[in-house]
Structures are given as structure tokens and as C-alpha cells.
């Protein structure tokens, strides 16, 4: 009796630990100094898009998003490549200033590859905006939207636009070349990443729709997607996508987070902003 019951309970401690590491997709990275247990992580954890949502009425312009995104301790935590380095996000500008404006938001997670992550659209409604926030497919699957109603006194962003002539700002950056501001910085742990980006909530008044409003406006960065580069786990991945990350795994030590210890450095450069002018006034103009 005492043979029988003792190998049904082996079988069950052994058969608890393989499913309790398979739900939690856990694994066992061994370094010069330590073993530590790092949890696998979703691309779409490292831009929340809710925090995104709230942090747009203190933005007064394109530069401005792209520089507070790509602010170290802010809501950018997104490390598609796995490098150990927070990725940085470039801003692009486009529409009609007299109804509607849009900004696409793009990393490149290797040169000369570029990923879209989400887009913004605003609309003018006369005393409020139609406002919302769209998650790429490929990072966050389907229905990921936030939208929001706010009326144009209460935002930076929709004074600065109604102040005069609007220049639309096309980020001048790549892979390798950023601007003097910005100083590559490691990404923080899931939980820690949560508590930050919760405390942009507060006040916000954005609610999810799995439904996106028609837009008409032509995105210049829609459909771009990086075939190469991207390990992180994508909810919707393309075929060339799935390819890439099932034939370069992250095998490199990590420091935990995120992130991995990543054996090059990027460089950091001085580059003049990109803008495009338009001379239509009302809605479209910003203020100097």
C-alpha cells in the first residue's frame, strides 16, 4: 500500500511544477553571478495604451508626444527587440488641420525596419474633440481603442491648435540617430511598469470600444510592419513575424524586467526636426 501511494503523489507534484511553469511561461536564466526566474512578457505591455489615452492633454504638439514618450520613467516601456533597452518611439503627423488630425506612432526595432505601434486621430466638433487612441494589430491584437469626448478648452493640445498656423512634425529620427534629449534607459518590471502607468488614469475619462471609428485620413506609416527584429511575444503576428522570432531567440542573460544585458550601446545624435507646413488656420493652427 505504501509503494502505490507514494507514486501517485510523485506523479502529481511533478506532473503540478511542468504545468504550473508552462501557465506562467516562466524560464530559468543563469548568469556569471546569479540564477533568477524572469516571466515572459507580451509586446503590449510595454505601451499602455489607457496611460497613452490620459497623458494626450498635456501634449501640445507631435514634438512634444514624441518627447515625453520617449522619456525616461514615463509610459514607454516597450522593448520589441529585447536588447535591454527601452525602444524609442518616433511621431507622425498627419490630416487635414481644418478637421482632423492624426499622429502615428512607429519604432524601429532593427534598422531599416519599422513598426507601427498605435495611432491618435482628433477631430474637430466645434466646443469638443472626438479623441481616440488605436492599438496595432500585430502588438495588441483586435478592439484595442480608447476614446474620449473632451471639450477644446481643457486640453494643451486642442488650444495650441486653434492658435494660428499648423507646421504638421514628422519625427527626423532612426535606428541609431536620436535626438541630444534622449538617453537610452533599461525597462522596469511588469508589476512596477503597471503602478506607473496607473497613475495616469486618474482623471481620465477615456472608455475601451472594440469598435474604431471611420477615419478617412491617410496614414503615411499604415501597413508598416518590421519582418525582422521584433522577439518580443506579439497577440497578432504576421507569418514573416512568427518566422523571425521562432528563429532568433532570446538566448542573452537578462538583468531582469524586461529587458536583457545588451552588449552594444546606441548612439544618440543631434537631428533638426522634420515638419510640414500648412497655412490653414482654425482647428489646424498652433501657437509659438
Not at 491584437?141 to 514628422?170: A, E, K, Q, V
Not at 552588449?263 to 526636426?273: F, H, P, V
Amino acid at each position: 500500500m505504501r509503494t502505490f501511494s507514494v507514486i501517485p503523489v510523485g506523479f502529481v507534484l511533478i506532473w503540478a511544477f511542468f504545468t504550473c511553469t508552462s501557465s506562467n511561461k516562466q524560464k530559468v536564466v543563469s548568469n556569471t553571478n546569479n540564477t533568477t526566474i524572469v516571466a515572459d512578457t507580451e509586446a503590449a505591455d510595454g505601451l499602455d495604451l489607457k496611460a497613452l489615452s490620459a497623458m494626450l492633454k498635456d501634449i501640445k504638439d507631435g514634438e512634444d508626444l514624441e518627447r515625453k514618450l520617449n522619456k525616461e520613467n514615463g509610459i514607454n516601456n516597450l522593448d520589441l527587440n529585447e536588447d535591454g533597452k527601452v525602444d524609442f518611439i518616433k511621431v507622425t503627423e498627419f490630416g487635414d488641420p481644418k478637421k482632423s488630425l492624426g499622429y502615428s506612432l512607429t519604432t524601429e526595432p532593427v534598422k531599416g525596419e519599422e513598426q507601427e505601434l498605435a495611432t491618435i486621430q482628433i477631430t474637430n466638433e466645434g466646443e469638443t474633440a472626438n479623441v481616440e487612441v488605436s492599438g496595432n494589430k500585430q502588438i495588441y491584437g483586435t478592439g484595442h481603442h480608447y476614446r474620449s469626448s473632451p471639450s477644446i478648452g481643457t486640453w494643451l493640445l486642442l488650444g495650441y491648435m486653434m492658435g494660428g498656423n499648423y507646421s504638421f512634425y514628422r519625427s527626423p529620427y532612426s535606428y541609431g540617430s536620436y535626438p541630444r534629449y534622449y538617453r537610452p534607459y533599461s525597462p522596469i518590471s511588469r508589476s512596477g511598469y503597471s503602478s506607473r502607468s496607473g497613475t495616469y488614469y486618474k482623471n481620465s475619462n477615456f472608455t475601451r470600444t472594440a469598435t474604431p471609428r471611420i477615419s478617412n485620413l491617410s496614414n503615411p506609416n499604415k501597413g508598416k510592419v518590421a519582418s525582422k527584429g521584433i522577439t518580443k511575444n506579439l497577440k497578432s503576428p504576421t507569418t514573416s513575424q512568427r518566422t523571425f522570432a521562432s528563429r532568433n531567440p532570446n538566448k542573452a542573460a537578462r538583468t531582469g524586467g524586461f529587458g536583457r544585458k545588451s552588449t552594444t550601446s546606441r548612439s544618440s545624435t543631434s537631428s533638426s526636426s522634420v515638419r510640414g507646413k500648412s497655412s490653414s488656420r482654425g482647428f489646424g493652427g498652433r501657437g509659438k
